[in-house]
């Protein structure tokens, strides 16, 4: 478990020194996580041996300890978040809107594009002859 966890450290402080070298306007750990995608792809490793995999496993199954930070920052910023309400409420709705928009818009793309493709299928709700 430990060669997982250095792995995953290991490709989290590549990217963030990728990022201080380069100055790409990425997070650190962000750059890590296409690094440790790129090393998963390229080593292929199957099973549940796989060290990364094991600490994998050992993480999702006590995912529920990271949200405990969040809610400790959301119990300290109280009165910060009660003071903005409005702003916060505003902006979550437009974002939850503007993205339910686009899914529609992406999947009614989709919808025309799939008879094209397919050659016998036709549009829901289309009658195929």
Known sequence: MIVGLLWLLGCQLAGTVIVELTGIPLPGPVVGMLLLFLALVLRRRDGEDDPIIQVGDYFLSH??????????????????????????????LGSWLLGLATVGWVLGLFLRRVPEVAGTQGAPGEEIE
């Open 63 to 92: 995912l529920q300890l990271f949200f405990i930070p969040a809610g400790v920052g959301v119990i300290a910023y109280l009165a910060v978040i009660r003071d903005a309400a409005l702003p916060i409420v505003v902006a979550l």
